[in-house]
């Protein structure tokens, strides 16, 4: 094999995905992938090519893309990512969304936000630069997962705090808004073999109704609650009832909303206290 553009993208197409194999090269030559249909014959000096062999072979052996690249764009942003933490979703990004509406039509103030369960901050130092906030707080029981988001609050020269604790367990603040994208797979569901082999068990399993960390943090709400105060969950898509009922056993007089996601699944859980 020779070491032009055109060259590595044939090897890596007979390998895996055609697109896959497009953005790992494009990604290690700092291009768009479009702009490698533009340069066929630039030629790759011999380290990036092996690199790009070697990340072609990860790929082949079942690592998620994400994990090779090294990192994932987030609702406008890259972040770094490795196996210590959770690859974003897609819902993930519209829980950020509804919340950042929700944030700017109830509150003309800067807010108090914690983020429980941060993983890589994806969330956290999202919303830290789209609404005003005067502290953002983000939450991991998890040493390995609170190093990955430091890595991206310095790359993206964010502000946020970043706080080891059992969900609510070291925090004795009360916040505007409290959002959580804990872990709610059951002990009993079956996932998909890639998501199984690669990523980390602590931020995908809670028990075996996949309800336990929903548990733990609603049990808490009162005791972190401001008196106007938003919180956003995302959800299992059958876990809409379950928690309701969480909530009602925990808090009273608020507004509960779910929302569904772009493919039509109940996705997201909107608690509304003191705000209408």
């Not at 009832?241 to 997201?268: G, T, Y």
Request: aromatic content about 8%; overall charge negative; proline content about 3%.
């Amino acid at each position: 094999m020779n070491n032009t553009i055109e060259d590595l993208l044939i090897y890596g197409k007979s390998h895996c995905h055609k697109d896959h194999a497009k953005i790992l090269l494009a990604e290690l030559l700092h291009k768009n992938p479009l702009e490698l249909l533009n340069c066929l014959n630039e030629k790759v000096d011999n380290e990036k090519k092996e690199l790009y062999i070697k990340e072609i072979k990860a790929l082949e052996e079942g690592k998620p893309l994400q994990y090779v690249i090294g990192n994932v764009n987030f609702y406008g942003n890259k972040f770094y990512i490795d196996e210590r933490v959770l690859i974003p979703r897609f819902e993930t990004e519209e829980l950020v969304e509804n919340t950042i509406q929700y944030i700017n039509q109830y509150f003309k103030e800067p807010v108090d936000i914690i983020d429980l369960g941060c993983g890589s901050g994806v969330i956290g130092i999202s919303l830290e630069k789209k609404v005003s906030t005067r502290t953002v707080d983000l939450i991991d029981i998890s040493k390995d997962a609170l190093a990955v988001a430091n890595i991206n609050k310095e790359q993206l020269q964010s502000n946020v705090n970043l706080i080891e604790s059992d969900f609510f367990q070291n925090i004795d603040k009360k916040y505007d808004v409290i959002i959580s994208n804990p872990p709610y797979i059951s002990t009993k569901e079956e996932i998909e073999e890639i998501v199984k082999k690669n990523e980390p068990e602590l931020a995908l399993y809670a028990g075996e109704q996949g309800l336990d960390c929903y548990e733990k943090i609603i049990k808490e709400l009162n005791n972190h609650m401001k008196y106007r105060c938003l919180i956003a969950f995302e959800i299992g898509m059958n876990q809409k009832n379950d928690i309701i009922d969480l909530i009602n056993k925990s808090l009273e007089n608020v507004k509960i909303i779910v929302k569904k996601d772009l493919s039509d699944r109940e996705r997201m859980l909107f608690i509304l206290k003191n705000l209408e």
